[in-house]
């Protein structure tokens, strides 16, 4: 039985990111993936401005005057939200935590796939797989991907990009639009994103939070690694100590970016208090203009 609460929660999800789709997504989410492949559909009699390269000469010659093939762009995609929920996802200082911007994130992305007749499945990850819902089509099965968003209350802490990205290969068998979200808090996961990303379309969203580029003047702290349980302290009032606490942080951004740099892949990033709609809408037009 699912809890009232939970279930006022995901209705609450359900509209506001539903209402996003149709006033703000519509149509850019399906003119920024291509479909599987080309399929022929039917012939017809040539018109003025056809293609010559799509005449078909077998029928041109059985009816003595020119037919072209058509073709259609066969649409059904499989998008997989590949979805961290280890123990840094409860960070956020800016009006909500950054597993509530995933929720709603991973809600929109959903619901924008649906609206496309396209599949969506969900796993989501800490250092193991921690649960995995087989993509299908369907409202529906899109509330149940948010209930699981909100409801999953993971058994492991830390964070493993290559596991996630090995079992996805293992599983997923068929080509699909991956949006793999994440903080990137790990590293040694270049081998497996780079083979991952040969089999799929893999779409790193680095989510944000504002503490980890920048401390205030609060004075002396102790800080807890919400993964690891490592305590260190912290003293806020030393100008030297913030500044090397927001270089480091900005020298482990740019090298994460730098991989994807190197990996032709076009990452999203989100940051917790600041809509995302923006950085998602700008990806689709990037992506759009690609093709």
């Not at 995995?132 to 209350?153: N, T």
Request: net charge positive; aromatic share 8%; glycine share 6%.
């Amino acid at each position: 039985m699912i809890p009232h609460e939970l279930v006022k929660k995901i209705r609450r999800i359900q509209i506001r990111t539903s209402h996003r789709v149709d006033d703000m997504l519509a149509g850019e989410y399906l003119s920024a993936f291509k479909g599987r492949g080309i399929e022929f559909e039917e012939v017809r009699p040539y018109q003025p401005g056809d293609d010559v390269r799509t005449i078909d000469w077998n029928v041109t010659a059985r009816y003595g005057e020119p037919f072209v093939k058509l073709f259609r762009e066969e649409r059904e995609l499989t998008v997989m939200l590949l979805v961290d929920v280890s123990a840094s996802q409860g960070l956020g200082t800016h009006f909500q935590t950054k597993r509530e911007l995933v929720t709603e994130l991973g809600s929109t992305l959903a619901f924008s796939a649906i609206k496309n007749n396209d599949k969506v499945g969900l796993m989501m990850f800490t250092d193991g797989i921690e649960k995995f819902v087989p993509p299908r089509k369907g409202s529906r099965h899109v509330l149940r991907c948010i209930r699981e968003l909100l409801y999953c209350h993971p058994i492991g802490q830390g964070t493993n990009l290559a596991a996630a990205l090995n079992q996805l290969n293992h599983t997923i068998k068929r080509r699909s639009v991956v949006f793999l979200v994440s903080d990137f808090l790990d590293s040694g996961y270049e081998k497996s994103i780079r083979v991952a990303n040969r089999r799929h379309d893999i779409i790193p969203v680095v989510v944000r939070d504002r503490r980890e580029f920048e401390m205030p003047n609060i004075g002396l702290i102790e800080l807890r690694d919400s993964e690891t349980d490592a305590i260190t302290t912290f003293d806020t009032a030393s100008r030297r100590q913030r500044s090397m606490y927001a270089e480091r942080a900005r020298q482990q951004a740019a090298k994460r970016d730098e991989s994807f740099k190197r990996l032709k892949m076009d990452p999203i990033h989100i940051s917790t208090g600041e809509d995302f709609i923006d950085p998602l809408r700008e990806f689709f037009h990037r992506r759009g203009a690609k093709r």
